[in-house]
Each structure stands twice: as structure tokens, then as C-alpha cells.
């Protein structure tokens, strides 16, 4: 298990957009502060300020903003199958008329890591990590399959994961 920055891909009520939809524009600080923490997301703040130019305590003030704004997150990133998780899938969705309560509706499943609407031949992509096959086979059977508005799906079930990183950097 170890530390990593994800940063935020779905949507923050909270926080400022930009015209683009997306986060807030950054400065360079506060960029090279998340590429700092990328790289170890428990790298001491001290130490972080000497590699961008800034105190600890504005360090600590930045990264507290960041997070309230929902640019990144700081999280422990686990092999699932270490901690009993030994299914996953990708599950790739075709719904009939609006997409948001299907998607609004799965991001409240547990099970369910990763949900985004697609352009292509999916209307929605999720992620699913499972304990075994029969739990699997009950969340996409019974609870995906069985949303108002789920006309198909497709899965992907995974047998070896060869990379899982959040380390894409900043631009």
C-alpha cells in the first residue's frame, strides 16, 4: 500500500469552475506542490516548501485549499487483492434517456470505484471491485442490470492488473 495525490475527476459542488467546466485554474506553485505530492503522497510539508519556495506553513495552507476545492485527493492506493478483493471488472453500460440518476445511482454503490459517461460505444464506463464471482455476479446482476433505465451491459473482468498509478503529473 502506498500514499498517492489523485487528482479530482468528478465534479465539486464547493468549489470555483472555470469556464471550461473543469477545476480552478492553478499556479505554478500550487502545480509543482501536487506534482510534489504525486510523487509521495506523504511527503512532509517542510520539505515540499523547500522544493517549491514556500514555508511550511503556507505549504500546509495551499495543500488544505486544494483538497477543500476538490482538485486532489490524498489517499492510501491498495492492490485490491491484498485486502480480499479478488474480482474486478469494467462494466460498460447502455442506458435508455438520461444518463445522470443511472450514473447518480451507481456512484452510491460501494462497489462501484469509477463511473464516467462515455462518448462512444458505451453511454457509461464503471469500475467494479468485488470480493468473488457470486458478488460480481450480484452487483451487475441483481443491482446494475435492474436500474430503471440500464438497457445493457457488457463486463470486462479483469485478470491480471499490470499497472494501476495516479502519477500523470500536472499541465
Known amino acids: 500500500m502506498h500514499s498517492e495525490v489523485v487528482a479530482s475527476r468528478s465534479a465539486d459542488p464547493k468549489g470555483p469552475r472555470s469556464r471550461s467546466g473543469g477545476s480552478p485554474p492553478l499556479d505554478a506553485v500550487s502545480l509543482a506542490i501536487i506534482e510534489q505530492l504525486q510523487e ?6 517542510a520539505a515540499i516548501g523547500k522544493a517549491v519556495g514556500l514555508s511550511e506553513a503556507a505549504v500546509r495552507q495551499r495543500v488544505q485549499k486544494l483538497l477543500d476545492q476538490g482538485v486532489m485527493q490524498i489517499v492510501a492506493v491498495t492492490d485490491p487483492l491484498t485486502v480480499g478483493f479478488r474480482r474486478q471488472a469494467m462494466v460498460g453500460i447502455h442506458v435508455e434517456g438520461d444518463l445522470d440518476p443511472v450514473a447518480d445511482a451507481l456512484t452510491a454503490m460501494p462497489e462501484c470505484e469509477y463511473v464516467v459517461m462515455t462518448a462512444g460505444s458505451f453511454d457509461l464506463m464503471v469500475e467494479v471491485v468485488c470480493e468473488d464471482d457470486d458478488h460480481l455476479l450480484e452487483v451487475i446482476n441483481q443491482r446494475i442490470r435492474a436500474l ?17 498509478t495516479y502519477m500523470w503529473g500536472t499541465r
Open 40 to 45: 509521495d503522497g506523504r511527503r512532509p510539508y
Open 148 to 164: 430503471p433505465g440500464v438497457r445493457s451491459t457488457e463486463s470486462f473482468v479483469y485478470l491480471k492488473l499490470k499497472k494501476q
